[in-house]
């Protein structure tokens, strides 16, 4: 009866995933764009998304754009 009994993972999506979620399509648009831009650091990023009152860390944007963050295990 309970042989295929395992333990469900939880996944949540990180930080960043949820902020972009957030946002309108504008907004939404507008912060892909500046993920996919190099020239964008991930400390200058999270400092000018700080300022607007959307708080993530730069190691949160640096483990997304490694795609090192839970979305890789959702998107999976």
């Given amino acids: 009866m309970l042989e295929d009994m395992k333990l469900e993972q939880t996944l ?4 960043v995933r949820t902020i972009i979620e957030s946002l ?18 991930d400390l200058p990023l999270s400092k000018a998304l700080t300022k607007r009152g959307l708080r993530v ?10 795609k090192e963050c839970s979305c890789r295990l959702i998107n999976a």
């Fill in 57 to 66: 860390s730069n190691f949160s944007i640096k483990k997304h754009r490694d």
């Fill in 12 to 15: 949540l999506p990180c930080i």
């Fill in 24 to 41: 309108d399509d504008n907004d939404r648009h507008i912060l892909s764009e500046a993920l996919d831009n190099s020239s964008w650091g």
